[in-house]
């Protein structure tokens, strides 16, 4: 299997770019945020324990299922950019377990960059969207965003060591299996109630293009500010901001973000 096909089927984009792109016309819409908020709650990781649970679902996810990064000793994924970011979780609410994680990484001076200024700065070429432009306490970058096999509904991979998650379809009820594949979606909008939260008025992310299509169906747009590069996989840089984001939700998602928003200011 490609590392662009893996990476379609993995934990970073898993069915959301299947199941969303089936969703052109949501009959569910109206039961998205009921769904949703009934099994699953949004977690600002505003303690140390909180931060490990992040920690070791990207462990998890980016050094044990993808390989991206090697195994640490103590089961955590940690690096340089953690010490100016905030994260959080999605929590399943019946058994506790968290499912999944996101960081925005924050900068507060020209030393702080954020991953796509260190990594990936050639790929930006609408300089229109330059985060050399903004204010430094006005930029941020989504990254690092994981979702736990059990928790990706898909079809079981025959193949030992593929990093496409099966989910066993007994352990939950067919309510909870629906709302999984939108925990992607919920990600991005907690990440987006926070960047807003915290003052960062233009935000970043490398995202694999059929991912950004998707999240379109949903009104979560993405401005495409370069072409694809190779990337832990084919990704193209995204711009972001407030505006876009609201101004675009459809009916059914705009219910969810006001529901994920409540919860997660509810937090501070």
């Not at 010490?83 to 929590?91: G, V």
């Not at 300089?127 to 970058?141: A, L």
């Not at 629906?178 to 970043?204: E, N, S, W």
């Amino acid at each position: 299997m490609s590392l662009s096909k893996l990476i379609l089927n993995s934990p970073i984009i898993g069915d959301v770019a299947k199941k969303v792109a089936s969703f052109k016309v949501n009959h569910d819409a109206g039961n998205i945020a009921e769904h949703f908020t009934k099994f699953l709650k949004p977690q600002y990781a505003s303690t140390d324990n909180l931060r490990k649970e992040v920690f070791k679902i990207r462990h998890n996810v980016y050094c044990e299922e993808l390989a991206f990064e090697n195994q640490k000793d103590d089961g955590m994924e940690m690096d340089g950019f953690d010490s100016h970011s905030i994260f959080a979780l999605i929590q399943h609410k019946p058994t506790n377990n968290y499912t999944s994680c996101v960081r925005i990484v924050r900068s507060s001076s020209d030393d702080e960059l954020l991953p796509i200024e260190k990594f990936c700065y050639d790929a930006i070429q609408d300089k229109n969207y330059d985060p050399k432009k903004f204010k430094r306490e006005e930029i941020g970058e989504i990254s690092r965003l994981a979702v736990k096999a059990d928790f990706r509904r898909r079809k079981s991979d025959r193949f030992k060591g593929s990093a496409i998650g099966a989910i066993s379809e007994n352990s939950y009820s067919e309510s909870e299996l629906r709302c999984f594949p939108f925990i992607a979606i919920g990600l991005y909008m907690v990440a987006g109630t926070l960047a807003i939260d915290t003052g960062i008025k233009h935000a970043y992310v490398m995202m694999e293009p059929r991912l950004a299509r998707s999240m379109k169906f949903v009104g979560i747009k993405f401005v495409q500010i370069g072409e694809p590069i190779e990337y832990h996989g084919l990704r193209a840089p995204y711009y972001i901001n407030a505006e876009i984001f609201l101004d675009n939700l459809t009916s059914g998602f705009k219910s969810l973000y006001k529901e994920i928003q409540k919860d997660i200011r509810s937090q501070f």
